[in-house]
């Protein structure tokens, strides 16, 4: 059992995107605690299969908290996955939520070498369209399908890091898609003044990116599981305890 407070989100429509491994697949498994029944949890990937399978594991707690889990395998760096997901997502807001939740999860870490190595557009475009632009365009799709109404809350995490303020040498891909979404939310939420909108940074967490950061540099850091920290993330939005368009780190909690 998750160790979370006696509050929830009430009845919830919650979408999280990368939801297959890692972290998003961490938060999938915790945030069912915090939901009502009549909730619905829509999990976003690339990978059907990993997604089916997430799905079983979770289908003895969700059956037995009233929760239904969909899942939708879709390319969200592609204008066809983002549409694919939206309208899974417009299928299920037309039940009635005290709460939508978002969770903006989906990244890559892309090429880490020089900048001077990145002369190709296409590469960079690539990179740039599934970790910045798919958020952008799949979060104002998602707030048209579920707009403002008396008695709703609507929340939306962006999955930060803290090299969207600290440049580091040879990860110019990964720093400038983190920093674009941070300021990508913090226009929402000067835009948006009844959303709750917060950036979080995890922290370095035991996943495949940690495995691909130690491929490409050689370099391994202490790493804490990614139930810890998704703890802390689901706890953050319980409380709603933040300014609209912070960002927050792990390590100041």
């Not at 202490?222 to 390590?251: R, T, W």
Request: with cysteine; aromatic share 6%; glycine share 6%.
């Amino acid at each position: 059992m998750c160790d979370f407070s006696s509050k929830t989100l009430g009845r919830c429509l919650c979408i999280i995107t990368g939801a297959s491994k890692g972290f998003g697949r961490s938060l999938a498994q915790q945030v069912p605690y915090i939901l009502q029944a009549g909730s619905v949890v829509l999990l976003v990937a690339r990978s059907g299969l990993l997604l089916e399978e997430l799905k079983t594991d979770l289908e003895n707690l969700t059956v037995h908290l009233g929760l239904v889990v969909n899942c939708v395998s879709a390319d969200l760096g592609t204008a066809e996955g983002v549409a694919k997901t939206l309208e899974a997502v417009r299928q299920d807001a037309v039940n009635d939520y005290d709460h939508m939740l978002l969770i903006n999860n989906a990244a890559s870490l892309g090429a880490i070498s020089q900048f001077c190595s990145f002369t190709d557009p296409a590469q960079v475009n690539a990179y740039i369209s599934f970790n910045v632009s798919s958020a952008l365009a799949l979060t104002a799709g998602v707030l048209q399908a579920l707009p403002q109404r008396p008695g709703r809350k609507r929340t939306v995490v962006n999955v930060s890091s803290v090299f969207a303020h600290k440049p580091l040498p040879r990860w110019v891909l990964y720093c400038t898609a983190k920093a674009a979404r941070d300021m990508m939310f913090k226009v929402l939420a000067e835009e948006e003044t009844d959303l709750k909108v917060l950036s979080y940074s995890p922290g370095p967490m035991d996943t495949e990116m940690q495995e691909e950061i130690f491929r490409q540099m050689g370099v391994r850091h202490e790493l804490m599981p990614c139930q810890k920290s998704g703890a802390k993330l689901l706890n953050l939005v319980l409380d709603g305890d933040f300014p609209s368009g912070a960002h927050i780190d792990f390590f100041d909690l």
